[in-house]
């Protein structure tokens, strides 16, 4: 069958570094079909929502056009989520209206230069690094991404000009120019939100029609959830008849987008330099500026079409290879800044319409690819007729449902420690994103390095005082293990020998090994001992290897209290070779 002859690739290599190799020989007329209404239910929805990201990025519309193609058909033939759509997101955009100082060119480096990262990270399976970033920070940062980008658009809904970007400034100067509000603007842009909001409603509470129904309603449906799903480009559309019936009228009450450059963009090398008044700023001073942009925007990059990636999977019984998404994405990125791209990534939005709508292979990605290819040589001149206040309402309606405010209830009953990273991000955020995206990974670094540094021991009294570390030691935890072990033994009465249980401990490190030799010495001086019990293999090896003076181990904790922690000399127990302790310690 069509499955065999896809296995029996004669380069299997070739087939896990090009994905598309191992669905392309089973591809059906049945998922051509499938693919090509899930590719333009998809187009539908990006030609908007594009317009609308590149006012996020702070960059000409037609950026954000240029940016939503070159991804789409990379994907097709790297990318392993038949799900995946690739483009420009609100999350994204903003990042780079916070690292590309709303210049062109230094948006598209940033995407050549964030590609190659993700490449590299990629090829080296460096994949590992998004683990830092914390289930709390990514909350709190899409939750500030919400208010701020949904604020950041505020000023379109009403029709102000002039307002500055940082949010705080933001926030006052709307509130004072409120009485300038356009009223056309207003109208229109509450209509569209309304509108937007009604659709999506509607499109959640429709029951599937079954295939018995007639064919009446089945079309009907049809009808009513292609209506829904388009929702944002029938808006727009609406918006722009709106707009372009006042302006044959001679009377012109909306602020309009404006003239869009129309055709394809040149296919060429990003720029590494820039003619600035005062001459022409280097290659190693645009990356300067962009500073810890160079690693926030490639790894929340990752990080977003990974989520998305793994969570429609798993919905869709299927498998990824997270690996090779990241060769993916860098070279989506690459190939992009080629064509004039700034920093894509997986949409959670677009990527649902795309699994909504019945996609069956990456292969929907070269139909909405094309639609927006199409729109760029044909259709820009239309543009100029969208009220910007239905973009914003487009904005709006796609960031507001990112603000999570049940996270914040649900940490305060399962883990109320995490909410400290999860606030510092929230908070910093509306300062910088920057800020706040680097605040939270360092809060979230700090709480984790101290759960090494002072795990949970457990201190048990009978015959011998049992020590029970709860997780594996690490030199950052020896000192406190130390001062547990030393507090509990001379305050107990009569004074007990020590037995460490390492059931937990799965490995161990030299300052640890020199920590424990130190704690046996100091409880010899005393007249008490030191012994082992439930020790796993790796660790055995360690200790071992230390040649420790004095070193006794049991089976288990029964055993050791059995002997009352004392030279084991009975079954189980296992003495060793003592050497001197000044091969260990230092003199």
């Not at 404006?258 to 330099?273: C, K, Y």
């Not at 995490?418 to 670094?445: H, K, M, R």
């Not at 030299?510 to 100091?522: D, F, I, K, S």
């Not at 012994?531 to 360690?542: E, G």
């Amino acid at each position: 069958g069509p499955r065999q002859r896809g296995q029996s690739c004669p380069c299997p290599g070739l087939r896990t570094r090009l994905p598309v190799l191992r669905w392309l020989p089973r591809y059906s007329l049945a998922w051509l079909q499938l693919d090509l209404i899930a590719g333009l239910t998809v187009g539908l929805t990006v030609v908007p929502q594009a317009l609308a990201y590149a006012e996020v990025a702070g960059l000409p519309l037609q950026y954000g056009l240029y940016s939503s193609f070159m991804g789409c058909f990379v994907y097709c033939f790297l990318g392993t989520a038949k799900d995946v759509t690739l483009g420009p997101t609100a999350i994204m955009s903003l990042l780079v209206s916070s690292y590309a100082f709303h210049e062109p060119v230094y948006a598209i480096l940033l995407a050549f230069l964030s590609g190659c990262i993700q490449l590299a990270m990629g090829l080296l399976h460096l994949g590992f690094l998004l683990d830092f970033i914390s289930s709390p920070v990514i909350k709190g940062f899409t939750s500030a991404a919400s208010i701020t980008i949904s604020f950041n658009q505020v000023k379109n809904i009403l029709g102000l000009q002039g307002i500055p970007r940082q949010f705080f400034l933001q926030v006052y100067e709307t509130l004072r120019r409120i009485g300038e509000t356009r009223a056309g603007d207003a109208v229109l842009g509450l209509a569209c939100l309304a509108a937007l909001a009604g659709l999506r409603v509607m499109k959640s509470r429709l029951p599937r029609a079954a295939p018995m129904e007639p064919l009446a309603v089945r079309v009907s449906y049809l009808i009513v959830w292609t209506s829904a799903t388009a929702c944002n480009a029938l808006v727009v559309l609406f918006a722009g008849l709106v707009a372009y019936s006042f302006q044959v009228m001679g009377s012109q009450p909306l602020t309009l987008t404006g003239s869009i450059p129309q055709g394809l963009p040149a296919f060429r090398l990003p720029r590494f330099s820039m003619a600035a008044p005062n001459g022409t700023v280097p290659f190693w001073s645009m990356a300067e500026d962009m500073g810890v942009g160079l690693a926030v925007v490639p790894l929340m990059g990752l990080l977003e079409t990974i989520a998305i990636a793994k969570a429609f999977a798993s919905q869709n019984d299927y498998r990824i290879d997270p690996n090779q998404e990241l060769l993916a994405m860098g070279f989506a990125n690459i190939l992009g800044s080629f064509v004039s791209s700034y920093p894509i990534t997986g949409s959670f939005g677009r990527t649902a319409v795309n699994a909504q709508s019945g996609v069956c292979t990456p292969a929907g990605g070269l139909v909405t690819g094309t639609l927006v290819l199409l729109s760029l040589a044909y259709l820009t001149s239309l543009f100029y007729y969208i009220p910007k206040a239905a973009l914003a309402a487009v904005i709006i309606s796609a960031v507001v449902p990112m603000f999570d405010a049940g996270i914040f209830r649900t940490l305060w009953r399962v883990k109320r420690l995490d909410l400290v990273p999860l606030c510092v991000t929230f908070l910093l955020c509306f300062w910088e994103v920057q800020y706040g995206i680097v605040a939270g990974v360092l809060v979230s670094g700090i709480l984790l390095l101290y759960s090494i540094a002072r795990p949970p021991i457990k201190v048990s009294e009978g015959d011998v005082l049992l020590v029970q570390p709860g997780s594996s030691l690490h030199f950052p935890a020896i000192e406190y293990l130390r001062d547990v072990v030393c507090s509990r033994t001379l305050a107990a009465s009569p004074s007990r020998s020590i037995v460490l249980d390492c059931c937990h401990i799965s490995s161990i490190d030299y300052t640890v090994v020199v920590g424990l030799a130190e704690l046996q010495q100091e409880l010899h001086k005393h007249g008490l001992s030191l012994a082992f019990c439930s020790l796993q293999d790796p660790v055995l090896q360690v200790l071992l290897s230390a040649n420790l003076e004095g070193f006794q181990r049991f089976p288990s904790w029964e055993e050791a209290e059995r002997c009352g922690g004392a030279e084991p000399g009975g079954s189980g127990a296992a003495p060793f070779a003592s050497t001197s302790e000044s091969s260990l310690l230092p003199a």
